[in-house]
């Protein structure tokens, strides 16, 4: 792959009410471990049923009408400029191709119609482009011993994904079989790139920092009581969409570090906690120090509606009980860290929310003033949609922020009521979403991510079932996550022949000099440990890498590095 190049004090505790945690609900002992293979793994045919929930997913996005294929078969394909350069990036001409099939039923009241078509816009374009290569790929390999091969193969390439196939590759087509395995995965790895410049230079979801909608939350959430919103959600692709369109949160208004299971580092948390408060201290933002407001962390675990006990969360067995009880217990733990190392006016407050992978409904355990959080009973936006549906905007308003009072644990606080019912309201709107353009529930219920994310970042990734992130500092310390990923993949892409795509990503300050050197030093490290843990893989190019880091200081795309595609192309002796 080619390189492409992106455009200590002593924190004190903040002065914000001690809230105590004094939850009735303890953990459940942990359920089996991450590693647990998942049923959808285990194909009971040539074709497993996790890839026919994939090809039904990708049927239910494009369209399967007769006016569908005739309009694709009869649009103008893009004029290609000879003279331009190779490294020029184009748009790719499917992302333009947008199917809009909105349901006949009228929306709910509070769901925002407009939104959500520009969500579905750009989950269309953006998991379009990376559906689109298998099909491109077949034609292309249907072509490979005709004459001209090469000129033909490069001209639907271009046209159909928008850039060229290595050329070294093609050129051997005629003395051996033609290497899809490495095609597809410079494919995939392409449209990652593409996404990424996308999602930085175009700002799609209109939600960058300094946005109307990123600074509209942001009073907001002062307003209610909370200098920062940290969340981690689950590391399951099917959970990447959950700031973006699950809770319709602005994603530069948000902290968000995936981990499997929701089980975040306690250590690590503290360390951005503590960054939090210092900056208060020193610099006064996102308001000064003494200020009443306090360090909200969230955590939101996930299960399965149509098959809770398969398609639950992994990390946990699918047993939701478990989930949601490790959860609290790992939010709990973080509190008393807090409170333990930086006295009683540390404090921190705790939300925990479970997640329908299925329908995108959310329920949430809503706490009492106190911190208490009871996990047997929650809200569920499900029925928040229906008690409201017949309302107008404001009576639905009214409604939800009596609902939640009324399923809080004990006397709710009044800044936490009114963030719990804006997220009920948001999720009204991603429910709707689902109704409209999934029929009420994905068909690919189960894992069809589209390529392995390996480190740190990816700022970018907010569509479901794009990535399965594996959160890491080293491979030895993140194995269990990463094998979980490997053995999804071997049942999504190994079974059909095809390759695991890896994304390695490591972001750093470059404010700090030498920082993106030791990034990218991070990265190949990272990368060399990949490939002796998954040696056979590898040697049968069934496992790539594609090496990037960011600066997080500016708003950038990605910057590749590297990739194990490699072609020699020297001679002598």
């Not at 792959?1 to 004090?9: F, L, V």
């Not at 973006?244 to 995936?258: I, K, Q």
Request: glycine share 8%.
């Amino acid at each position: 792959m080619r390189r492409r190049t992106a455009i200590n004090q002593r924190a004190q505790g903040p002065t914000a009410p001690r809230r105590r945690f004094n939850s009735a609900g303890e953990s459940n002992p942990a359920g089996p471990t991450a590693d647990q293979e998942p049923a959808a793994l285990n194909p009971t045919s040539s074709l497993s049923k996790v890839l026919r929930q994939r090809e039904l997913a990708s049927r239910a996005r494009t369209g399967n009408s007769r006016s569908s294929r005739q309009a694709a078969s009869t649009r103008p394909k893009p004029e290609v400029d000879a003279g331009s350069s190779r490294s020029t990036r184009r748009v790719r001409p499917v992302a333009a191709q947008v199917v809009i099939r909105p349901s006949s039923g009228g929306l709910h009241p509070l769901s925002h119609g407009e939104a959500n078509a520009a969500l579905r816009a750009y989950e269309e374009r953006t998991l379009g482009a990376f559906d689109h290569i298998v099909p491109v790929l077949k034609r292309i390999s249907a072509l490979q011993h005709e004459p001209e091969f090469i000129g033909q193969a490069q001209r639907v390439a271009m046209a159909e994904l928008g850039h060229e196939l290595p050329l070294a590759v093609l050129e051997t087509a005629w003395t051996s079989q033609l290497d899809m395995r490495t095609l597809f995965a410079w494919c995939v790895f392409e449209a990652y790139e593409q996404s990424s410049l996308s999602f930085f230079n175009d700002d799609p979801l209109a939600a960058q920092s300094g946005s109307a909608d990123a600074e509209r939350f942001n009073t907001f959430l002062l307003e209610c009581g909370f200098h920062l919103l940290d969340i981690t959600p689950c590391a399951d692709g099917r959970l990447a969409h959950a700031i973006a369109y699950v809770l319709r949160l602005p994603f530069s208004s948000v902290r968000r570090r995936s981990h499997a299971g929701a089980m975040f580092d306690v250590e690590n948390t503290v360390d951005r906690w503590v960054k939090t408060e210092h900056r208060r201290y020193r610099e006064g933002r996102p308001n000064p120090a003494h200020s009443e407001t306090r360090y909200l962390k969230v955590v939101v675990y996930h299960f399965s509606s149509k098959d809770p006990c398969h398609e639950g969360c992994a990390a946990h067995g699918s047993d939701d009980q478990a989930a949601a009880a490790q959860g609290l217990q790992r939010l709990k733990d973080f509190q008393q860290a807090v409170e333990n190392s930086f006295c009683c006016g540390a404090s921190v407050d705790l939300l925990l929310v479970g997640m329908d992978t299925d329908t995108d409904a959310i329920r949430v355990h809503v706490p009492g003033s106190e911190g208490g959080t009871d996990l047997d009973h929650w809200l569920d936006a499900r029925d928040v949609y229906e008690a409201t549906r017949s309302l107008n905007a404001e009576q639905g308003r009214q409604r939800i922020e009596a609902m939640v009072q009324e399923a809080a644990a004990a006397a709710p606080d009044a800044g936490m009521v009114k963030l719990i019912a804006r997220l009920m309201e948001h999720n009204i709107s991603q429910i709707d979403y689902v109704r409209q353009y999934h029929g009420g529930a994905y068909s690919d219920f189960g894992h069809a991510e589209r390529f392995i994310g390996v480190g740190i970042g990816f700022k970018e990734v907010h569509l479901r079932n794009l990535t399965y992130f594996a959160y890491m500092d080293t491979v030895e310390e993140g194995a269990p996550d990463l094998d979980v990923g490997v053995k999804i993949f071997k049942g999504l892409n190994v079974s059909r022949g095809l390759p695991i795509p890896v994304v390695l990503r490591f972001d750093y300050h470059g404010g700090v000099p030498g920082a993106r050197e030791r990034a990218i030093t991070h990265c190949e490290r990272v990368k060399t440990a990949i490939e002796a843990r998954y040696s056979d893989l590898c040697q049968q190019g069934l496992l790539h890498t594609l090496l990037t880091v960011r600066d997080r200081d500016r708003h950038v795309p990605a910057e590749t590095v590297s990739s194990s595609i490699t072609f020699n192309t020297g001679g002598g002796h």
